[in-house]
Nanobody
Framework: QVQLVESGGGLVQAGGSLRLSCAASERSSYAMAWFRQAPGKDRVIVAAISWSGRDTYYADSVKGRFTISRDNAENTAYLQLNSLKPEDTAVYYC?????????????????WGQGTQVTVSS
């Protein structure tokens, strides 16, 4: 069973940037995604990427500000967060789906990391 470990969260001022990393315990051909959950709200998908990295998806709320990428040689996925806003404050989770194509279907994501807190101050 692949395990995922996120890192890179923290406290940042509005307009700042962070880079989240998601390290997998072993090599796989899984699609990856980042989700976030703000206090009192449902967990929602933020971005997703196919195994090849060729196909990506972004939620409208982050399009143009966040970039998802992956380095399969390092078994790591990344989420670059730029132009951060207070409404981006949430726990960010990476997840893996046992398919190699791009998918935004939450039910496909069966492997989850523990989450990393991102807090954006105004």
């Amino acid at each position: 069973q692949v395990q995922l470990v996120e890192s890179g969260g923290g406290l940042v001022q509005a307009g700042g940037s962070l880079r989240l990393s998601c390290a997998a315990s072993e090599r796989s051909s899984y699609a990856m995604a980042w989700f976030r959950q703000a206090p009192g709200k449902d967990r929602v998908i933020v971005a997703a990427i196919s195994w090849s990295g060729r196909d990506t998806y972004y939620a409208d709320s982050v399009k143009g500000r966040f970039t998802i990428s992956r380095d399969n040689a390092e078994n790591t996925a990344y989420l670059q967060l730029n132009s951060l806003k207070p409404e981006d404050t949430a726990v960010y989770y990476c997840a893996a789906a046992r398919v190699n194509y791009l998918t935004t279907r939450t039910a496909n994501y069966e492997i989850w990391g523990q989450g990393t807190q991102v807090t954006v101050s105004s």
